[in-house]
């Protein structure tokens, strides 16, 4: 048969702000079930390529596709919707919201029988919030978040909030999950932590990851493909050891 189409397939992506080329023409494809980083510069424009993938920016020109569907033009909740879940900076949940609540908010998009048959007590809705509920248990032990479920999300420490952040994203059951520098500012021990249950979304849950990430270390032991962003262009795309030793890209990184 034909072969799996990327996951996702990006293609002259073009952003402008006012004045500003974000974007010049970016294409990059993700394989299915693999991790591909985003790494450049400060100001290169990895942050506004997840912002553009998410829905949250909308492209000057080129087109996103997730498989067959083309994302371009989409709002944020329809790309979610699509099975594309990304991580914020700051988790945007009420303070006295715990672990559990928190991740089962990533359940929304998958919610079919909706508010009213659970106001109404119907027994669909409860077979389905047991299933949510079990689905965040599984989550919370394959992140290591169990023992914190009944914790209120906020008062847990930096690292751990990050990674109810992931959680979260993870409950959406997303195709592709986009993480912006999700091990900044934290502890190397909650590196590593945070890189392990990275590396096991990949392999377990077969989920493609798009990772903005400034630790090259990180970067070389996680990733299948690596795309380098400078000034917004694309100077270098392939395997992670190739991109390494590129003379583009150790001139970008070296400011030479
Ligand atoms: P990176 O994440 O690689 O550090 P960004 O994607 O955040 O870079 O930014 C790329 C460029 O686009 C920068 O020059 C930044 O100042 C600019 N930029 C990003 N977002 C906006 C915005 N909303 N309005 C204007 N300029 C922006
Ligand atoms: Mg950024």
Same mark, same amino acid.
């Given at each position: 048969g034909a072969p799996a189409p990327p996951a996702l397939a990006v293609r002259e992506l073009t952003v402008r702000f006012a004045g500003l080329l974000a974007l010049d023409s970016v294409s990059f494809t993700v394989e299915p079930g693999s991790l591909h980083a985003l790494i450049g510069p400060n100001g290169a424009g990895k942050s506004t390529t997840l912002n553009?993938? +998410?829905? =949250?920016?909308?492209?000057? +020109?080129?087109?996103?596709?997730? /498989? /067959?569907?083309?994302?371009?033009?989409? +709002?944020?909740? &329809?790309?979610?919707?699509?099975?594309?879940?990304r991580t914020f900076q700051n988790l945007a949940v009420s303070p006295?919201?715990?672990?559990? !609540?928190?991740?089962l908010l990533g359940r929304h998009r998958l919610t079919r029988t909706g508010f009213l048959a659970a106001g109404l007590r119907l027994p669909s809705a409860a077979r389905e919030a047991a299933r949510h509920r079990e689905r965040v248990v599984e989550?919370? &032990? #394959?992140?290591?978040?169990?023992?914190?479920?009944d914790r209120p999300a906020a008062a847990l420490p930096y690292g751990l909030r990050k990674l109810v952040e992931l959680g979260r994203a993870l409950c959406m059951e997303p195709e592709v999950?986009?993480?912006? &520098?999700? =091990?900044?500012?934290?502890?190397? !021990?909650?590196?590593?932590?945070?890189?392990?249950?990275?590396?096991?979304?990949?392999?377990?849950? /077969?989920?493609?990851?798009?990772? =903005?990430?400034? !630790?090259? /270390?990180?970067?070389?032991?996680?990733?299948?493909?690596?795309?380098?962003?400078? #000034?917004?262009?694309?100077?270098?795309?392939?395997?992670?050891?190739?991109?390494? +030793?590129?003379? !583009?890209?150790?001139?970008?990184?070296?400011?030479?």
């Open positions: 553009v993938l +998410s829905g =949250v920016y909308r492209a000057t +020109s080129g087109s996103v596709r997730l /498989g /067959g569907e083309e994302l371009t033009g989409r +709002s944020p909740h &329809e790309i979610a919707r699509l099975g594309v879940a006295y919201a715990t672990v559990a !609540d928190t991740l989550i919370a &032990e #394959f992140t290591g978040l169990a023992p914190y479920l999950l986009l993480l912006d &520098e999700p =091990v900044a500012g934290m502890t190397s !021990d909650e590196r590593r932590r945070t890189a392990s249950v990275i590396a096991r979304v990949r392999e377990s849950l /077969g989920i493609s990851i798009v990772l =903005v990430e400034h !630790d090259m /270390g990180m970067v070389m032991r996680l990733a299948d493909a690596v795309t380098v962003l400078d #000034f917004g262009r694309c100077i270098a795309d392939g395997p992670p050891a190739v991109v390494q +030793s590129d003379p !583009d890209v150790i001139r970008a990184y070296l400011g030479a």
